[in-house]
């Protein structure tokens, strides 16, 4: 579901946050790069709303975002939209063009917010870090609706458009932008959403395309095609919430590291995690959580991928256990750390061609953040 930074009550909303992290993680390169600790793990953003008259809204936020090897720091366009909406009974309809972000599963709109995101790390099966410029950023146009229904509300979207990415993905895929870049290709999607004071359900559909142009003969032209359905459920009871989201679907490559006259390559992926959590007093939250990701559902050991590659079977799957702990200071503070016991290096990067010497089978990692918002 959409969790929009703004209220309608205003005709101006200016907000933002900052956020500063450090990781520390052993036997992987993962976000750390070769050292074994960065603290090159900063978010800022500056968001403003507008709403020059009843229906018509104009948003945009301009952000910073430096996470380790994975994000180069940087200043960008978070979104930027127009955006019609008129009440209908009970609820809303409108559409919004320009660039957005999509709502895949719970978290994928906001997850570049320290406080409305679960935790420093997003389950990884559901919000890859590696391939997030190839989902997250839209520039296209957004249908969207909310009705309220059975003491609760729905809330969809049906977008259309095409991915933005950036050197990030080259990075992050490939090994190194200088091998070649990733193109901007179409993209559309399906959510919807129920919730209520103590239920909420979602179901994603989304189709997401990127084009590769090499700079050299080592790889291929091609492309990356992802075709994945997401169901989410979250169930808050007490003090107690517990969450799981399921991802099923394919990944479709023609060219890249295949010739291009060889068969397209599809492997059918599944990923799901499960979190538990409790809300205690002054505003401390505890929580553990299981997350899995398996790059073909045939091939669950990875055996057929090591006899196929060359590479240890731990590279096509990753169960993480992740320990964590948020403590909101105040209204405006938010302090987050957690360690994650992680078997597999599935969504290590480079994901092309990943390197045994610099990632284990066996590893860990720890994430501490302090973050910051203010609004007028």
Not at 103 to 121: A, H, L, N, Q
């Given at each position: 579901m959409h969790v929009s930074f703004f209220s309608y009550s205003s005709e101006w909303q200016l907000n933002g946050f900052v956020g500063?992290?450090?990781i520390a993680a052993d036997d992987?390169?993962?976000?750390?790069?070769?050292?074994?600790?960065?603290?090159?793990?900063?978010?800022?953003?500056?968001?403003?709303s507008w709403k020059p008259m009843e229906h018509i809204r104009i948003a945009s936020a301009l952000s910073y975002r430096q996470w380790g090897s994975l994000a180069e720091g940087g200043a960008?366009?978070?979104?930027?939209?127009?955006?019609?909406s008129h009440q209908v009974g009970d609820g809303i309809l409108g559409i919004r063009g320009g660039l957005f972000k999509n709502?895949?599963?719970?978290?994928?709109?906001?997850?570049?917010?320290?406080?409305?995101?679960?935790?420093?790390?997003l389950p990884q099966s559901i919000y890859s870090d590696y391939f997030r410029d190839a989902q997250l950023h839209i520039e296209g146009g957004d249908l969207f609706g909310m009705h309220q229904i059975w003491n609760g509300a729905i809330d969809w979207h049906v977008s259309v458009g095409k991915v933005d990415v950036t050197e990030d993905l080259d990075r992050n895929v490939m090994g190194s932008e200088k091998l070649g870049c990733f193109g901007s290709e179409r993209y559309y999607s399906g959510d919807i959403e129920f919730q209520n004071d103590n239920l909420r359900f979602g179901l994603t559909y989304y189709d997401a395309e990127v084009s590769y142009h090499p700079y050299e003969e080592t790889y291929y032209p091609g492309d990356i095609r992802l075709k994945n359905w997401v169901v989410s459920g979250q169930l808050r009871y007490w003090i107690l919430e517990f969450t799981a989201e399921y991802m099923t679907g394919d990944r479709l490559i023609n060219g890249l590291v295949f010739p291009p006259m060889a068969d397209e390559f599809v492997d059918s992926g599944i990923g799901y995690y499960l979190d538990f959590r409790a809300y205690l007093p002054h505003e401390v939250e505890?929580?553990?959580?299981?997350?899995?990701?398996?790059?073909?559902?045939?091939?669950?050991?990875g055996k057929e991928f090591e006899a196929t590659t060359g590479l240890p079977a731990y590279f096509s799957y990753t169960d993480d256990w992740t320990l964590g702990a948020r403590w909101f200071l105040n209204s405006d503070w938010l302090l987050a750390a957690e360690f994650h016991w992680v078997e597999g290096a599935s969504w290590v990067t480079p994901i092309v061609a990943p390197d045994p010497s610099k990632q284990s089978k066996h590893w860990s990692m720890f994430a501490l953040q302090l973050s910051y918002r203010f609004q007028w």
């Open positions: 500063q992290g450090f992987t390169q993962f976000v750390v790069g070769e050292d074994d600790t960065s603290f090159n793990i900063t978010e800022a953003a500056f968001a403003v960008n366009f978070d979104y930027l939209f127009v955006e019609y709502e895949t599963g719970f978290y994928s709109s906001t997850r570049d917010v320290p406080f409305t995101r679960p935790s420093i790390m505890l929580f553990v959580r299981f997350d899995k990701h398996i790059d073909d559902k045939d091939d669950a050991d």
